[in-house]
């Protein structure tokens, strides 16, 4: 059984950092592109970042300089260092898990991020 697991998430001033974790189990991580999307209330889901297997990113520009995407392959974890929080970043995070190959996409339950002062 397939499993993504996020953390990390919570409350933080506008300003400020935080780093959301996503641990997954059965699947062969290290061949999956990695992703993060947020779904903010009344908007449609959206990319944040995506790491291929072969360590390409790939960047929202809303996002691009402050967020950092990184995966672990040992750990089957991928993160998502969150820089410079402001207002438009609070949105529920997802974690994907992607293989163009067998054809297969795999989500996270979502964690809660909020910039506010």
């Known amino acids: 059984q397939v499993q993504l697991v996020e953390s990390g998430g919570g409350l933080v001033q506008p300003g400020g950092s935080l780093r959301l974790s996503c641990a997954a189990s059965g699947i062969f991580f290290s061949i999956y592109t990695m992703g993060w999307y947020r779904q903010a209330p009344g908007k449609q889901r959206e990319l944040v970042a995506t790491l291929t297997s072969g360590g390409s990113t790939n960047y929202a520009g809303s996002v691009k300089g402050r967020f950092t995407i990184s995966r672990d392959n040992a750990k089957s974890t991928v993160y998502l260092q969150m820089n410079n929080l402001k207002p438009e970043d609070t949105a529920v995070y997802y974690c994907?898990?992607?293989?163009?190959?067998?054809?297969?996409?795999?989500w996270g339950q979502g964690t809660q991020v909020t910039a506010s002062s």
């Open positions: 994907n898990a992607h293989n163009s190959y067998y054809n297969n996409d795999y």
